[in-house]
């Protein structure tokens, strides 16, 4: 189909100036860029994850910044205990999130609408407060990692624009699988299952299950994210899963555009480098960037993925 | 003899102080049409709902197969073969009319943790999808936004998806709800058809339609069944008649 092509266009278009930024921020002797981008890509990576839940799936989950604290704080964890492999903690920050989520799912996937929201955001607040209450792992001033995580003398993440590359290859590989699995039989489940879960049960579908599982690989997602988050800042806080955070990744989505695959890599991008130019501009960043989020809602459902889509229509009628 | 397929057995569903069943008791027998006729609010949906398992009644049981059923929870029932329709049509709008189909397919081809492939390219479900689509009229529509169809059309769909979820008994509300008439006559020929094959329970206000339809049929009158017999006995039937069919109508 036309709009599915399109769709595809764009991840490329994106994705390979998204490759670019190294070499671009070396040509403008700004490596700072890189640094950002590193940071934005990871936050790509945990807007893409809660896209799955809330705009497949219909499960409006407000606290995912929870997966971000806890695969980070794992990561942080394990470096505190000299455990120095990457593979390993990133492995120990799925597996974590991975159980964090179940748990999380299971409970509040029972409920629905405000309920849903309620107890996720509740979920996550119980977690952060116990992050600020555990002295052992910095409490609220958070930790420091002695080391970035070895991947042997290939993948030197103390290098910048290695780690960027290596953000950069999950998140691609993130975009491959999500990309497959909202067309797939399991994506289509979920997708039933948030606009009409009365005809799916009908039908014959346990869908309790199905959204269980796209919750817990969204947790799983989002919690890879915070691993590299921790990775890269080699700092993990309290401050990572506040209930703010979630709500800034939610909004990356709605303004990028819900249920497009790419728009909330757009959504991280823009949200955050507005943030960046703003903030060096004004002390009244928030207000001028609640304008502009405003306005790029106003655009249309699809945020800036609208916008994406007029100008191909226009450029390809005229 | 055989038991029959559906047993309902002193059914009672109560919303506060109102009883929208009272104490029903109704016997569908395999291999027929078994209409369900009654006012509006007389509790027929309801009835369909516990029977697909959305309403789990206050007291009494529901057997199906042998199996009592009263407790499963609906996505189970369908697996067993009990497939209900619905009164207000219930599609998915955002697909298309062959993926709301080949979804229904998909509920009885195995579990769903299936990743990767496209639905939509799954031959094993678009090929039966499209089977029944052209089967019941629908196909040149197949590649449609749901949402799109004619209301008439979202009546067939409603149907084709009860029957891609390999039924053993249909239970059909209303089908013909809110249809013009040229419309209708094409669902009774498709009823007519379709309870040659399988065993129906049908929710219907056309009488018409029902007595030229039925096998048997139950009467049911604010929560409780007052009648149940075939089109010849329930139209001479003296309750009936004063309760709910006008003398025009039985004529
Ligand atoms: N969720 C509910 N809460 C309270 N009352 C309800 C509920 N659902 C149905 N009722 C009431 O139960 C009675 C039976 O409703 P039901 O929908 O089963 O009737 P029906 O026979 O299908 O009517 P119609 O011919 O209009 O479709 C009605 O009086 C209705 O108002
Ligand atoms: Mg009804």
């Given at each position: 189909?036309?709009?599915?092509?399109?769709?595809?266009?764009?991840?490329?278009?994106?994705?390979?100036?998204?490759?670019?930024?190294?070499?671009?921020?070396?040509?403008?002797?700004?490596?700072?860029?890189?640094?950002?981008?590193?940071?934005?890509?990871i936050?790509?990576?945990?807007?893409?994850?809660?896209?799955?839940?809330?705009?497949?799936?219909?499960?409006?989950?407000?606290?995912?910044?929870?997966y971000l604290g806890v695969g980070a704080y794992a990561v942080g964890i394990a470096d505190a205990y000299g455990i120095d492999s990457g593979l390993f903690q990133l492995l120990v920050a799925a597996a974590a999130t991975a159980a964090i989520?179940?748990?999380?799912?299971?409970?509040?996937?029972?409920?629905?609408?405000?309920?849903?929201?309620?107890?996720?955001?509740?979920?996550?607040?119980?977690i952060?407060?116990l992050s600020?209450?555990v002295n052992k792992f910095g409490g609220?001033d958070g930790m420091t990692l002695n080391q970035r995580g070895q991947f042997g003398s290939l993948i030197p993440l103390d290098n910048?624009?290695v780690l960027?590359?290596f953000v950069?290859?999950f998140?691609?590989?993130?975009?491959?699988?999500?990309?497959?699995?909202?067309?797939?039989?399991?994506?289509?489940?979920?997708?039933?299952?948030?606009?009409?879960?009365?005809?799916?049960?009908?039908?014959?579908?346990?869908?309790?299950?199905?959204?269980?599982?796209?919750?817990?690989?969204?947790g799983v997602?989002c919690g890879v994210a915070g691993a590299l988050l921790a990775e890269q800042a080699l700092f993990v806080s309290p401050?990572i899963m506040?209930?703010?955070?979630?709500?800034?990744?939610?909004?990356?989505?709605?303004?990028?555009?819900?249920?497009?695959?790419?728009?909330?890599?757009?959504?991280?991008?823009?949200?955050?480098?507005?943030?960046?130019?703003?903030?060096?501009?004004?002390?009244?960043?928030?207000?001028?960037?609640?304008?502009?989020?405003?306005?790029?809602?106003?655009?249309?459902?699809?945020?800036?993925?609208?916008?994406?889509?007029?100008?191909?229509?226009?450029?390809?009628?005229? | 003899?055989?038991?029959?397929?559906?047993?309902?057995?002193?059914?009672?569903?109560?919303?506060?102080?109102?009883?929208?069943?009272?104490?029903?008791?109704?016997?569908?027998?395999?291999?027929?049409?078994?209409?369900?006729?009654?006012?509006?609010?007389?509790?027929?949906?309801?009835?369909?709902?516990?029977?697909?398992?959305?309403?789990?009644?206050?007291?009494?049981?529901?057997?199906?197969?042998?199996?009592?059923?009263?407790?499963?929870?609906?996505?189970?029932?369908?697996?067993?073969?009990?497939?209900?329709?619905?009164?207000?049509?219930?599609?998915?709008?955002?697909?298309?009319?062959?993926?709301?189909?080949?979804?229904?397919?998909?509920?009885?081809?195995?579990?769903?943790?299936?990743?990767?492939?496209?639905?939509?390219?799954?031959?094993?479900?678009?090929?039966?999808?499209?089977?029944?689509?052209?089967?019941?009229?629908?196909?040149?529509?197949?590649?449609?936004?749901?949402?799109?169809?004619?209301?008439?059309?979202?009546?067939?769909?409603?149907?084709?998806?009860?029957?891609?979820?390999?039924?053993?008994?249909?239970?059909?509300?209303?089908?013909?709800?809110?249809?013009?008439?040229?419309?209708?006559?094409?669902?009774?020929?498709?009823?007519?058809?379709?309870?040659?094959?399988?065993?129906?329970?049908?929710?219907?206000?056309?009488?018409?339609?029902?007595?030229?339809?039925?096998?048997?049929?139950?009467?049911?009158?604010?929560?409780?069944?007052?009648?149940?017999?075939?089109?010849?006995?329930?139209?001479?039937?003296?309750?009936?008649?004063?309760?709910?069919?006008?003398?025009?109508?039985?004529?």
């Amino acid at each position: 189909m036309a709009a599915n092509r399109n769709r595809r266009l764009i991840m490329w278009l994106g994705m390979a100036a998204l490759a670019l930024v190294p070499p671009v921020s070396l040509a403008l002797s700004q490596p700072y860029y890189v640094d950002l981008f590193t940071r934005i890509l990871i936050f790509s990576i945990a807007a893409l994850s809660l896209d799955l839940i809330i705009s497949y799936g219909g499960m409006l989950s407000f606290g995912h910044a929870v997966y971000l604290g806890v695969g980070a704080y794992a990561v942080g964890i394990a470096d505190a205990y000299g455990i120095d492999s990457g593979l390993f903690q990133l492995l120990v920050a799925a597996a974590a999130t991975a159980a964090i989520a179940t748990f999380i799912g299971l409970v509040s996937l029972r409920t629905s609408g405000v309920h849903f929201i309620m107890i996720t955001l509740a979920f996550s607040q119980m977690i952060y407060f116990l992050s600020i209450s555990v002295n052992k792992f910095g409490g609220e001033d958070g930790m420091t990692l002695n080391q970035r995580g070895q991947f042997g003398s290939l993948i030197p993440l103390d290098n910048a624009n290695v780690l960027y590359y290596f953000v950069f290859a999950f998140l691609a590989l993130f975009l491959w699988i999500q990309s497959h699995l909202v067309r797939s039989r399991f994506g289509m489940v979920i997708r039933g299952a948030r606009t009409n879960p009365r005809r799916m049960a009908a039908l014959g579908f346990p869908v309790f299950r199905y959204q269980l599982g796209a919750f817990v690989i969204s947790g799983v997602m989002c919690g890879v994210a915070g691993a590299l988050l921790a990775e890269q800042a080699l700092f993990v806080s309290p401050a990572i899963m506040q209930w703010s955070r979630s709500g800034e990744i939610m909004v990356m989505v709605i303004m990028g555009g819900m249920g497009t695959l790419f728009g909330p890599i757009l959504g991280a991008v823009a949200y955050l480098v507005l943030e960046d130019v703003l903030t060096g501009l004004t002390q009244y960043w928030g207000f001028f960037l609640g304008i502009i989020l405003v306005a790029i809602i106003l655009m249309g459902r699809q945020g800036i993925m609208s916008l994406v889509y007029g100008l191909r229509w226009k450029s390809s009628h005229g | 003899m055989a038991e029959p397929l559906l047993i309902a057995d002193q059914l009672t569903k109560r919303y506060g102080g109102l009883t929208a069943l009272d104490g029903v008791s109704l016997a569908v027998e395999a291999g027929g049409l078994h209409a369900v006729i009654g006012p509006n609010g007389a509790g027929k949906t309801t009835l369909v709902a516990h029977f697909a398992g959305e309403l789990i009644p206050n007291s009494g049981s529901i057997r199906f197969a042998g199996e009592d059923i009263t407790e499963l929870p609906a996505y189970a029932r369908a697996a067993r073969g009990l497939s209900r329709s619905f009164q207000v049509t219930s599609i998915f709008g955002d697909l298309s009319v062959a993926d709301n189909v080949s979804l229904a397919i998909q509920a009885h081809a195995g579990h769903s943790f299936r990743f990767w492939r496209a639905a939509e390219e799954d031959e094993v479900l678009r090929a039966p999808a499209l089977q029944i689509l052209a089967d019941l009229g629908l196909a040149d529509r197949a590649q449609e936004s749901a949402a799109n169809l004619a209301h008439g059309e979202k009546r067939v769909l409603e149907v084709a998806m009860v029957l891609a979820s390999r039924p053993r008994l249909l239970l059909l509300d209303e089908p013909m709800a809110g249809m013009d008439p040229g419309d209708a006559v094409r669902i009774v020929k498709l009823l007519a058809e379709l309870k040659r094959r399988y065993t129906i329970l049908l929710i219907e206000h056309d009488m018409d339609a029902v007595f030229g339809l039925a096998d048997r049929i139950s009467v049911l009158v604010y929560g409780q069944v007052i009648a149940t017999g075939t089109a010849a006995e329930i139209k001479g039937n003296e309750e009936v008649r004063r309760a709910y069919l006008g003398d025009e109508e039985v004529a």
